[in-house]
């Protein structure tokens, strides 16, 4: 089932079945959109400095992030995830954490720190 046919047997509270193979079934639910705890997305043709995405995997306590393209990630439909950050994008995204561009300024990286310390202590 698409996603409007899914809301609709989940308002009817019919149940909703998971389908291991969707290609094989057109009407099958849709799977849950896997939600990763830190998202970084960066404009096309960019990489993150070592140093940056080594500094950042100590202040995210180790959690390994899922680094997408920024045309990819707009293609998937901007998924979510707890901690989202964009660096270097063509245009600024509303569900972004914090968005800033390479390389960081001084300002740039004590507003990166802060939002980082702020989302963690939040969650």
């Not at 698409?2 to 389908?19: E, G, I, Y």
Request: one cysteine or more; charged letters at 15%.
């Amino acid at each position: 089932m698409k996603s409007l046919q899914t809301r609709l047997w989940q308002f009817m509270a019919l149940p909703v079945w998971q389908c291991a193979h969707a290609e094989r079934l057109p009407y099958a639910p849709e799977p849950a959109p896997v939600v990763a705890d830190v998202r970084l997305v960066i404009g096309q043709g960019h990489q993150l400095p070592a140093t940056l995405l080594n500094d950042l995997l100590i202040a995210l306590e180790g959690v390994q992030p899922d680094i997408q393209e920024e045309t990819a990630w707009l293609a998937a439909g901007c998924p979510d995830a707890r901690i989202v950050l964009g660096f270097n994008l063509t245009e600024p995204a509303g569900q972004l954490n914090w968005q800033g561009s390479l390389p960081l300024s001084a300002l740039q990286k004590r507003e990166l720190w802060s939002c980082l310390c702020s989302l963690n202590t939040g969650h």
